[in-house]
Every structure is written in structure tokens, then in C-alpha cells.
């Protein structure tokens, strides 16, 4: 344990939170592979906390004298550690048909529970406050893990779990049991408590770490499909918020993630005016080396855009990005071409992907875009009268030929009149129309400026 304590020393010392965090990483770094087999080896459970607390306050590398709360409470968490190592090394060394993800994640959450007591304690202070990140971080992907081999055989427990450690953006799309998730939730939903509820001034306070502990409730909320938890979140967070440092003063990385999932929240409840507000800034200050990240954000971006304001992806915005290119290029020919049968079978054949990403049903009133667009080349095709000025009466008969000729609005044949009538009624009254109908005389009478909204016509 002599490697620990020295980075404990010396993250007290310096009052360096993100080292202090890393003393209690369940991942060996790159430079010290086998750092958890040394720390587990050099100990055992009959004399690991007399160990920890020898070392935290005896070691010849101590050069600051501890007060006794904060040597118990560091004792209690370390020794917590040290177990949680234990369950880690099984699990790793176990087979796949054996691995007991739950007593790993039974133990991690003890080790949760310790960091829990001492910011309740009042032991731990505001620059900790990656350590209270880090452990939840991991105990949300043991208890995925955990999830996940529950009632798995062979290699599928634990193969192709996806669960990323990192503190970017995540899909977190997810099937089956999910009671150690949940259960994981609650735990979360206390450090949450922990730092909104903080009272001390702000420079010494833990709402610093909110945003944070707000994204990892976020994730597994999504992963829960408890997206109403997280607005739960977002209504505790706007009633707080004269007590809260302004998001501009929180690191960037905290805020983009957060104005994702706020953005992905609204959008997921048909408020597509704020979706679109907060995913633009999540994609306006996302680092543009994240890929990853910036692939996730257009995958709910473009759907947005395209009922707000009727805006398409370019070629040039797609390319870097071959999955949505695949999947968005034939519905945005189909929609610019205004071919109904072709955005029928763009999304026909995206419609897995679609349902799975949560954008189907948007997507699917980017039809009236493309009825849209057909009815506007039925009106240029209708040519100058002559006064040479854009004719603005069009027959309904014009429009059906086109809707037959794009392909059939209306499943199982012919379209009639009417139907037609209700297509066109249907573009005015959504405003991607100005017009009128004059059912007397079966024309559409257009108006002479701005016959489509924002199409320049």
C-alpha cells in the first residue's frame, strides 16, 4: 500500500482532487499494470484497517499530521477499498461463466456508502469531490455488469456489454433485468442530495460537484427508460438555482454533457424549440476530437432541425460520421427530391436503428417536409401568367398527379380528390403552406409572397 499512501500525501498536500481520485481507481494505470494485485497482497481482512490507518498517519512519507475524524474516515473508506480490490481480482481472474459481478458490485457500493458518510460527516471537503464522481462512475458500470450476468450463460454475460467509463457522452440504450441499476440509481441519487443540499459558501461548496453527479443520473436513468426521474432532476436543479454557481462557471465538459441530456429529455418530450436550444449548444462546445460525442449529438440534432426549422444535413456535415451517413443520406434525397416513396423506403429500412436510437416517430413527420417540397415543384412547374408573374392558383388535380407520380400518401391505391384536399388543407394549416382552398373552382389559391415559409418562394 506504500504507493497509495504516497499519493495520498501528496493529493492532501497539494489539495489535488482528480489524484486523490485515482488512488481509488478499480483500474490499473498504464505505468503501474499490476498496482491492485500489490495493493491486495499487501494485507489482509484480519489487519487491513489497523494497515490503512498505520499508513495514513505513521508512513515516512507523511508530512502532514491528520486530525482523528479524518484518519477514521479515510480508514473506513481505504479498508473499503481494499475489499472491493478483492472482488475486482476474482471477478478478472474467474471465467465468464463465473464471474460474480454482484459481489463486485455489493462491495464497490460500500466503498460508495464510506465516501457518502464522510461528505455527511463534513470530513471531506469541496476539492474531494472527484473522488465522490469516480465512485459512483464505476459503481453505475459494476452494476450494469451485474445486471448483465444475471441470468446470461456462457460467453454472452459478458461479452459486447458496451459500458464505457468514461465521463463523455453515452448511448445508453439498454434491454433486460436492471435491479442492480436501479438500485445503483438510488445510491446516485444520494450524492446528488449531497451536493445540492450543501449550504456552505460557494467557494468551499460541494454544488460544484452537481452537474457531475446530474450526468451520471442522467445516463442511468436512460439506461433505465425512466426519462420522467430525470426531470424530476431538472425541476430540483431549476428550484435551486439562485444557490447555484451560473453554468457558464462550471467546466465545460460538466456543461455539454448536461445540455445534451437536457436537450435528448426535451426532445424525447416533443418540446422540439428547447431540444433544439440546448442540443445546439451541446454541439457548439462539444471538442470537435470527440467524434463519439458529436456522432451522438447530430443523431438527435438532425431530426430536430428538420421540424424547427426544415433544415437538412449537408453531404459535407455527414461525412465524418459513415453510421448517420448511412442512415440519414437516403432520407435527405428522398425529403430535397419531395419522392414520397423514397422517404417511405428510407425509413423502412432505417426503421430498427431508428426505434432503437428513439427518433422513429420524429423522423416520420419529417414526411410532411417532404410533401412539402413536392407540392412547392407542383407550384413552379405551374410557370408566369401573362404578366409575367408566378401563376398562384394551381388546380388540386396538379397536386395528386404528383402526390401519385412521388408515390401513393395514401396506402392501397389511387388517391382521390379529397384526399388530396386534406393533404394540401393539411400543409396550410401546419403553416408549410399560405394559401387557400376553393373547393367551387377545385384550385388551391397560393399567396404571391412566401407561398412556402422559409423555401425562399
Known amino acids: 500500500m506504500e504507493v497509495l499512501f504516497t499519493d495520498f500525501q501528496t493529493a492532501?498536500?497539494?489539495?489535488?482532487?482528480?489524484?486523490?481520485?485515482?488512488?481509488?481507481?478499480?483500474?490499473?494505470?498504464?505505468?503501474?499494470?499490476?498496482?491492485?494485485?500489490?495493493?491486495?497482497?499487501?494485507?489482509?481482512?484480519?489487519?487491513?484497517?489497523?494497515?490503512?490507518?498505520?499508513?495514513?498517519?505513521?508512513?515516512?512519507?507523511?508530512?502532514?499530521?491528520?486530525?482523528?475524524?479524518?484518519?477514521?474516515?479515510?480508514?473506513?473508506?481505504?479498508?473499503?477499498?481494499?475489499?472491493?480490490?478483492?472482488?475486482?481480482?476474482?471477478?478478472?481472474?474467474?471465467?465468464?461463466?463465473?464471474?460474480?459481478?454482484?459481489?463486485?458490485?455489493?462491495?464497490?457500493?460500500?466503498?460508495?456508502?464510506?465516501?457518502?458518510?464522510?461528505?455527511?460527516?463534513?470530513?471531506?471537503?469541496?476539492?474531494?469531490?472527484?473522488?465522490?464522481?469516480?465512485?459512483?462512475?464505476?459503481?453505475?458500470?459494476?452494476?450494469?455488469?451485474?445486471?448483465?450476468?444475471?441470468?446470461?450463460?456462457g460467453e454472452g454475460a459478458l461479452v459486447g456489454t458496451g459500458v464505457g467509463v468514461e465521463g463523455g457522452l453515452q448511448e445508453d440504450i439498454a434491454e433486460g433485468r436492471n435491479g442492480k441499476?436501479?438500485?445503483?440509481?438510488?445510491?446516485?441519487?444520494?450524492?446528488?442530495?449531497?451536493?445540492?443540499?450543501?449550504?456552505?459558501p460557494l467557494e468551499d461548496s460541494r454544488k460544484w460537484g452537481l452537474y457531475t453527479t446530474t450526468n451520471l443520473l442522467f445516463r442511468t436513468h436512460f439506461r433505465l427508460s425512466s426519462t420522467a426521474l430525470s426531470k424530476t432532476l431538472l425541476r430540483a436543479l431549476s428550484v435551486s438555482s439562485a444557490d447555484m454557481p451560473p453554468l457558464s462557471a462550471f467546466p465545460r465538459s460538466h456543461t455539454t454533457?448536461?445540455?445534451?441530456?437536457?436537450?435528448?429529455?426535451?426532445?424525447?418530450?416533443?418540446?422540439?424549440?428547447?431540444?433544439?436550444?440546448?442540443?445546439?449548444?451541446?454541439?457548439?462546445?462539444?471538442?470537435?476530437?470527440?467524434?463519439?460525442?458529436?456522432?451522438?449529438?447530430?443523431?438527435?440534432?438532425?431530426?430536430?432541425?428538420?421540424?424547427?426549422?426544415?433544415?437538412?444535413?449537408?453531404?459535407?456535415?455527414?461525412?465524418?460520421?459513415?453510421?448517420?451517413?448511412?442512415?440519414?443520406?437516403?432520407?435527405?434525397?428522398?425529403?430535397?427530391?419531395?419522392?414520397?416513396?423514397?422517404?417511405?423506403?428510407?425509413?423502412?429500412?432505417?426503421?430498427?436503428?431508428?426505434?432503437?436510437?428513439?427518433?422513429?416517430?420524429?423522423?416520420?413527420?419529417g414526411r410532411d417536409v417532404c410533401l412539402r417540397n413536392l407540392f412547392r415543384k407542383v407550384f413552379l412547374a405551374a410557370g408566369w401568367d401573362g404578366e409575367g408573374k408566378r401563376r398562384t392558383r394551381v388546380r388540386v388535380e396538379e397536386f395528386g398527379v404528383a402526390v401519385r407520380i412521388g408515390g401513393s400518401e395514401v396506402e392501397g391505391g389511387e388517391v382521390e380528390g379529397d384526399e388530396v384536399e386534406c393533404l394540401v388543407a393539411n400543409m396550410i394549416y401546419k403553416g408549410y403552406m399560405k394559401g387557400y382552398i376553393s373547393r367551387q373552382h377545385g384550385i388551391v389559391v397560393l399567396s404571391k409572397n412566401g407561398a412556402f415559409p422559409g423555401t425562399g418562394i
Open 12 to 153: 492532501s498536500s497539494t489539495l489535488s482532487g482528480p489524484l486523490l481520485a485515482a488512488t481509488l481507481s478499480p483500474i490499473s494505470p498504464p505505468h503501474y499494470l499490476n498496482r491492485l494485485d500489490a495493493i491486495h497482497s499487501s494485507t489482509n481482512a484480519a489487519s487491513v484497517s489497523r494497515d490503512v490507518a498505520f499508513g495514513l498517519t505513521k508512513s515516512a512519507h507523511a508530512s502532514i499530521q491528520y486530525p482523528s475524524p479524518s484518519i477514521d474516515t479515510w480508514t473506513e473508506i481505504y479498508s473499503a477499498y481494499w475489499y472491493a480490490i478483492g472482488s475486482i481480482l476474482a471477478a478478472e481472474k474467474s471465467s465468464a461463466r463465473t464471474t460474480d459481478w454482484a459481489r463486485v458490485y455489493a462491495s464497490w457500493k460500500d466503498l460508495v456508502n464510506a465516501v457518502i458518510k464522510g461528505y455527511t460527516s463534513g470530513v471531506l471537503e469541496a476539492w474531494t469531490l472527484p473522488v465522490l464522481y469516480l465512485v459512483g462512475k464505476h459503481l453505475r458500470v459494476f452494476a450494469i455488469k451485474a445486471d448483465e450476468s444475471v441470468g446470461a450463460s
Open 257 to 365: 454533457t448536461f445540455a445534451y441530456y437536457v436537450g435528448v429529455i426535451h426532445f424525447l418530450s416533443e418540446d422540439y424549440a428547447a431540444a433544439e436550444t440546448h442540443l445546439l449548444h451541446a454541439w457548439y462546445t462539444c471538442l470537435r476530437t470527440a467524434k463519439h460525442n458529436l456522432e451522438l449529438i447530430l443523431t438527435y440534432l438532425i431530426p430536430t432541425l428538420l421540424l424547427t426549422k426544415q433544415k437538412l444535413p449537408s453531404s459535407s456535415l455527414l461525412a465524418p460520421y459513415p453510421r448517420l451517413a448511412h442512415l440519414f443520406t437516403p432520407l435527405v434525397a428522398a425529403i430535397r427530391s419531395g419522392s414520397l416513396a423514397a422517404f417511405a423506403r428510407a425509413l423502412a429500412r432505417g426503421e430498427a436503428e431508428f426505434v432503437k436510437r428513439r427518433i422513429y416517430l420524429t423522423l416520420e413527420r
Open 181 to 200: 441499476l436501479e438500485d445503483a440509481a438510488r445510491v446516485m441519487m444520494r450524492m446528488f442530495t449531497l451536493c445540492i443540499s450543501d449550504r456552505a
